[in-house]
């Protein structure tokens, strides 16, 4: 697609010019897709489909992959740095006299004894716990192997942090447990959290130190562990559908794996275009133009795109799409979303694509790869990922296998505790894991 819009000078005339282009749209005029071809052959064929989304996404298939191909051609010194952290030089497994004991800042507590305000906004008030975990929780820091802080979404300046009253060294031997899919900006932790474990959602390849961190879920919706359990024990090679996916497309692999979309052949990839281009209702909303000036997305196409798009993409029930042999996990506008324990709750197989950067969530306790199937964002999905499904969803043996391992790993370290605090089950198997570090064991895998 060629745009034929010229960026004009930044002028009351180059800006009505801009805006006058936009409203009439880029280039030759497009035709919205039928929607009822998705359910006849692969999306992407679906004459103006490719067209709409390339509109909505700024981006065709071809540029895509493009972009994923140059990554790799970037020279190894031109590569991000690693973290400076090690686990020899982060974490000091003598401080503390064994059994192991972990000490929780309290919010409460610290605004109690004077602590600064902007200190205490960081913190996590009273935490629940798990009655295991409850039982190596000490109120003497002195005694502590791990000093605990649930960073809150409401903390303005993680440099405040430094300012907790047992920060000592630079942060040995803290651990701060951020449970958004947002994370803590690599920045700011280099810049102000020293030597401080983190135990994040948002854990990359870039920002995570290896025997020193944490990689976590974030929580699923409370509806996830009752509403997808009917299908834990279904069968992979029973299950209605052989691939699913449905979200907005908040991430390029996304939209670009919605092109591969086949009802017929049972794949399903259902992806609607971010918030930011098309409202819930499918109708176009306004972009803001190079020139940072507010222009109304009323052309047609762009409105006709939405609709039709939205058509498609209601078509779909969630909860019939975890009926599913395997699962697309996919990153969002970060690796970590509820999509994995979607998936995991439902005794799905999962399929990582485009998650290379990431860091699995508690792979030190979890076999990814017996489990799972990975592939990079730029996998050819037509002549090679779904041939690889299909082969293995013949293979009842294997399929066996690996969906009794996403059971136990979904009930192990997944499955939220009955009646309790959402994040109890997260919280504790961190501290299974800070607790073998203190006493001397090496990573393992329980399953």
Avoid at 9 to 21: D, G, W
Avoid at 165 to 171: C, E, M, T
Avoid at 361 to 379: G, N
Wanted: charged share 20%.
């Amino acid at each position: 697609m060629e745009w034929q819009c010229e960026k004009g000078s930044r002028t009351a005339m180059a800006i009505a010019r801009l805006a006058a282009c936009l409203l009439s749209g880029f280039g030759p005029a497009l035709t919205a897709f039928e929607p009822r071809c998705g359910h006849t052959q692969e999306l992407g064929g679906c004459p103006g489909y490719a067209d709409c989304f390339a509109r909505l996404a700024n981006q065709t298939e071809a540029s895509f992959l493009q972009q994923q191909r140059e990554v790799l051609t970037v020279p190894v010194n031109k590569l991000p740095a690693a973290p400076r952290c090690t686990r020899t030089s982060c974490l000091d497994v003598t401080r503390c006299t064994l059994p192991f004991r972990l000490f929780v800042y309290n919010a409460s507590a610290l605004a109690a004894a004077g602590v600064d305000p902007a200190t205490v906004q960081c913190v996590g008030r009273q935490d629940a716990w798990d009655p295991w975990t409850a039982r190596h929780l000490t109120d003497d820091p002195r005694r502590a192997c791990a000093l605990w802080i649930t960073a809150q979404r409401a903390c303005k300046a993680f440099k405040k942090i430094t300012a907790l009253p047992h920060w000592g060294n630079d942060g040995l031997n803290h651990v701060i447990f951020e449970s958004t899919d947002r994370g803590i900006p690599p920045a700011m932790r280099a810049k102000y959290l020293g030597k401080a474990m983190v135990a994040q959602g948002f854990s990359t390849q870039d920002n995570f130190v290896h025997g020193v961190d944490v990689a976590v879920p974030i929580k699923a919706p409370a509806r996830v562990a009752h509403t997808f359990a009917r299908f834990q024990r279904s069968p992979p090679w029973e299950r209605k559908w052989l691939l699913t996916f449905k979200g907005l497309a908040s991430a390029g692999v996304r939209a670009r794996l919605a092109l591969h979309h086949d009802e017929p052949r049972r794949v399903i990839i259902a992806v609607y275009p971010s918030h930011h281009r098309c409202s819930s209702t499918g109708e176009a909303l306004p972009v803001r133009s190079e020139l940072h000036q507010l222009v109304p997305t009323s052309m047609p196409i762009n409105h006709a795109c939405c609709a039709q798009m939205r058509a498609l993409y209601d078509h779909y029930d969630y909860d019939d799409l975890m009926n599913s042999t395997f699962g697309l996990v996919m990153p969002g506008r970060s690796p970590a979303s509820y999509r994995l324990s979607e998936v995991l709750a439902a005794g799905t197989i999962p399929v990582f694509v485009g998650m290379d950067f990431a860091v699995l969530p508690f792979a030190e306790l979890i076999p990814w790869s017996e489990i799972a199937l990975s592939a990079p964002a730029h996998v050819d999905v037509r002549n090679a990922l779904l041939p690889e499904l299909r082969e293995l969803a013949a293979d009842r043996e294997q399929l066996r296998r690996m969906q009794h391992g996403v059971r136990a790993a979904y009930v192990r370290y997944f499955q939220p505790v009955a009646g309790g605090n959402p994040y109890e089950h997260i919280k504790r198997t961190v501290v299974q894991i800070l607790r073998r570090r203190f006493e001397f064991r090496p990573p393992f895998r329980t399953m």
